[in-house]
């Protein structure tokens, strides 16, 4: 008898490797399936472009901050105005982790199959309307700071 349980338990494993995911996976994809596959990574693909565009927008906020090329406020009370990346910064971490959740939706409606269809329509739509939310609220704070920052150029220049 031990001898026939140490001879199943060896085999267990590759049972659990190779057969239970043929069991999981065996299903063939309707066209419906396939259809929703197809719109969803379109959408995961849109979130991924905005992602780029929200790291362009933080790099280009960290560029400004540091840089020391172009004409800088001297007064403290001018400098301030920097403070606005900080919330504009916040506002782009949130739409890039809405973007992440577009792609994790995507993910969950290839791997899960008993979901209806139209909850992942919903979600995909719903946390990419975030995202772009997200998006455009940041840039809001970086077009006070800039426009801020022209009229101190206009009016101080170089002497402030």
Known sequence: M???FLSTVHKLPLFLVFVIPVLAFG???TEESQQLLTILKETAMIAEATNRLALLVFGGSVAALI???YLQPKERKVRLV???FVPGWFALM???YRGHQVCNVYLSA???VNEPELYYKLQVL???EEQS???YLSLVPFSLWFVIFLIWWVWKGEHG
Do not use: N
């Open 67 to 69: 840089s020391t090329s």
């Open 2 to 4: 031990r001898a026939l």
């Open 82 to 84: 920097y403070f606005l």
């Open 133 to 135: 939310a997200a998006l």
């Open 94 to 96: 949130w739409a890039m």
């Open 110 to 112: 290839m791997h899960v």
């Open 27 to 29: 299903e063939t994809p």
């Open 126 to 128: 719903w946390q990419l």
